[in-house]
């Protein structure tokens, strides 16, 4: 493994994380809605998650999913599930103001390890990716590199998120787009978990 190995890894995996998706939508309606720490917390969960399905892509669980196929689908189907349910709550209070009374911090964690958790086909992106940067036969100890240093990138790029996003003229400006915004969001990832859901491959 050479540095221009994980230079490639770390673009293609910034690249992944500011696509829409689920995770990054709901790291940005976290912040906006409840605030920095919420913020750091969505995305310390959702790195967290993101960083292990790396290495256990590198370990090869996507190998699992291939000779027990029923493993992967009841994983998707589960994460279709939890996605739609998302959105619908997401929807149902686009209308209801935010409490002035944050959530504490582990709500948004457990909610950003759900939603990478929840997400199978992470593990074959990961898989697919790692197959195409790395060579073959890498040591624990590259494995274990190539996993802390996903988990680095999450942790940074979504702090830096919570920070820009958590400033009072943004914050402000989501307050009063809420309605909106939500229904958009909630409607991207309710179309995302029925994609999932209905996928046939």
Not at 109 to 125: D, E, Y
Not at 137 to 144: A, I, K, P, Q
Not at 165 to 188: E, F
Request: glycine fraction near 8%.
């Amino acid at each position: 493994m050479t540095i221009e190995h994980m230079i490639a890894f770390n673009l293609t995996l910034l690249a992944s994380i500011v696509s829409p998706g689920p995770a990054f939508l709901v790291a940005i309606r976290t912040t906006l809605g409840n605030g920095r720490a919420s913020g750091m917390a969505v995305g310390l969960g959702l790195g967290i998650v993101a960083a292990g399905w790396t290495l256990t892509a590198l370990l090869g669980l996507d190998i699992v999913f291939e000779l027990f196929p029923w493993v992967y689908t009841t994983a998707k189907v589960v994460g279709a599930l939890y996605l739609i349910y998302v959105a619908i709550s997401m929807w149902c209070g686009a209308k209801t103001p935010i409490n002035t009374e944050v959530k504490p911090a582990r709500h948004a964690f457990r909610q950003g390890v759900l939603i990478n958790l929840l997400n199978p086909k992470s593990v074959l992106f990961a898989a697919a990716v790692l197959v195409i940067i790395f060579p073959e036969n890498l040591s624990m100890t590259e494995n274990l590199i190539i996993a802390g240093n996903h988990l680095i990138v999450e942790i940074l790029f979504y702090g830096l998120l919570a920070l820009t996003m958590s400033t009072n003229a943004i914050s402000s400006r989501y307050m009063r787009a809420k309605v909106y915004l939500d229904r958009i969001a909630a409607g991207v990832l309710g179309a995302l978990g029925l994609r999932i859901l209905l996928d046939r491959s």
